[in-house]
């Protein structure tokens, strides 16, 4: 098994640019989550999806931020006309329900 | 909304002492509560969790639950500075349509 897959690890971007980040789920995880984490703001939540269907979009900024999951093996999150707040790392979780979530590594953004 | 909040914020012990993390809860009915531990630039990993009041010990590990008091609590015996770290707790919710939550984390330091 070999985890939560994210990539790219590292992203840099000017702003302005588009960043689209890609995870993949532990096989036969059934809810995938996207957070973000800074040393200011600690870790936030940002979209949650079960069954590849979205339930919970609460965390995202609605204007720039979008997040799909068009099969069970894969789901991205896309910044649009990205910001240097958008600075972050952004990690991406699955689990099987309600309790232990396993995350990726963590897609490292530095927007310029 | 369950609203869970992690103190100390930071925390230095002197390798060998006693450490003690705390998280609060909002929801009574929460089911699940679980400890992860993320070390620098790595992701946050499963520690410990429990599901019902009291204590459950791992190696020099000890989660405390009291669902009344809506607290729960991380002792690390014998601190080593490979315990050095980001501790978050997580609490599940008892609707199944939800997912689990996580505090903003407390920055354990133990030194030499």
């Known amino acids: 098994n070999a985890g939560v897959i994210q990539t790219p690890r590292h992203k840099v971007t000017g702003k302005g640019q588009e960043a689209t980040l890609w995870c993949e789920p532990i096989s036969g995880h059934s809810a995938v989550f996207w957070y973000r984490q800074t040393i200011v703001q600690g870790l936030e939540f940002l979209t949650y999806f079960r069954n590849q269907a979205p339930i919970d979009d609460s965390g995202m900024p609605k204007e720039r931020f979008s997040a799909q999951m068009p099969n069970q093996s894969h789901s991205t999150l896309k910044i649009q006309s990205t910001q240097p707040q958008d600075s972050a790392v952004y990690l991406c979780a699955s689990s099987l329900g309600q309790d232990t979530q396993y995350f990726g590594p963590g897609t490292r953004l530095l927007v310029l | 909304q369950q609203k869970v909040q992690q103190s100390p914020e930071s925390l230095i012990v002197p390798e060998g002492a006693m450490t003690s993390l705390n998280c609060t809860f909002s929801?009574?009915?929460?089911?699940?509560f679980a400890w992860y531990r993320q070390h620098s630039g790595k992701a946050p990993k499963a520690l410990m969790s429990i599901f019902s009041n009291g204590e459950k010990e791992e190696g020099r590990f000890t989660i405390h639950l009291n669902k009344a008091s809506l607290h729960f609590s991380l002792h690390i015996r014998d601190s080593q500075p490979s315990d050095s770290a980001l501790y978050l707790c997580a609490v599940s919710p008892a609707n199944s349509g939800t997912y689990q939550r996580f505090g903003t984390g407390t920055k354990l330091q133990v030194v030499p």
């Open positions: 929801d009574s009915a929460s089911q699940y």
